[in-house]
């Protein structure tokens, strides 16, 4: 049984054994607002919940392991004191997953994962209208417990008011744990679904995703893509080239039938077969096809 002791190990080796053993964590979908006014939205499984009155939510935004800087959610909560904690289920998974891509200062989150802000009412922050559940908190306080890389910053919220989709209650109104579907956090790509097990979304931390904000219209409105479809084709770093998208319709079979329909509804159909059997440039050169002819 191999043992180590945490001070010969580094940050990054001691973060990856801690969230691959320590889960399934439950997901904060954190939203604050920056000293000017700007939204924040990004997602913590360092998480949960540790009084019921008074209630209180914690959760932790760590310092980057990998050059010590902190987050806009952590300078958000420093300087405003208000947070929104949006549970997380299934159905906005992988919004919740592009919203963690490390987009500039200034950049809306809500926008970039194609998630709708809702005003609050009794704090600043905005909601997110996709959660099942939403808490508004006031922060208590905020306990730094290092400086270096991979240091927490326990923000320790209170929950001054309680939104509960009726999507997700049972017929006394409580809560149905079925009907929530909750999704949980663990080690590498890992999820785990409350409803049916595990499930891997890859990470969206080596680059930028183009975002759900620059995803054409005519896919955005689409009946058949679903919030966690436009989540992932959100977040390719660019769109196939016109070379690239000409090569991959000349040696697909599938994708030359459903271009020779000139139907639109059966080509973004096959698209959604690449895309949810995770070929997601695959899928991008289906739809753009008939754009560039």
């Not at 319709?249 to 059997?277: C, G, M, P, W």
Request: aromatic share 8%.
């Amino acid at each position: 049984m191999p043992s180590f002791e945490t001070n010969i190990l580094s940050a990054a080796q001691i973060q990856g054994y801690l969230q691959a053993a320590v889960g399934p964590r439950p997901i904060a979908l954190a939203s604050t607002l920056s000293a000017t006014g700007v939204p924040n939205l990004s997602p913590f499984s360092f998480f949960n919940v540790f009084s019921s009155n008074p209630p209180i939510l914690i959760f932790s935004p760590a310092r980057r392991v990998r050059d010590n800087t902190t987050k806009h959610t952590l300078e958000n909560s420093l300087a405003t004191r208000e947070v929104v904690i949006n549970v997380v289920n299934f159905d906005m998974v992988e919004q919740v997953s592009l919203s963690s891509t490390e987009y500039p200062d200034g950049v809306n989150e809500f926008e970039k994962a194609g998630l709708t802000a809702v005003a609050s009412d009794l704090v600043k922050p905005f909601r997110v209208a996709e959660s099942p559940v939403q808490f508004e908190c006031k922060i208590n306080d905020i306990i730094a417990l290092g400086e270096n890389g991979g240091a927490g910053n326990l923000v320790i919220c209170e929950v001054l008011k309680i939104h509960v989709s009726d999507a997700v209650l049972d017929e006394k109104g409580g809560i149905d744990q079925h009907k929530i579907d909750l999704v949980s956090r663990l080690g590498g790509n890992w999820y785990g679904r409350s409803n049916t097990g595990l499930f891997e979304i890859p990470k969206p931390l080596t680059t930028l995703g183009i975002g759900v904000d620059n995803i054409p219209k005519f896919i955005r409105d689409s009946s058949l893509f679903t919030g966690n479809d436009l989540g992932r084709l959100g977040n390719v770093e660019q769109l196939p080239t016109e070379a690239e998208i000409d090569t991959f319709v000349k040696s697909n079979f599938a994708a030359k039938a459903a271009l020779s329909t000139a139907d639109e509804h059966k080509i973004q159909e096959q698209a959604l077969e690449y895309l949810r059997s995770g070929a997601v440039l695959d899928a991008w050169k289906l739809l753009l096809a008939p754009r560039i002819n």
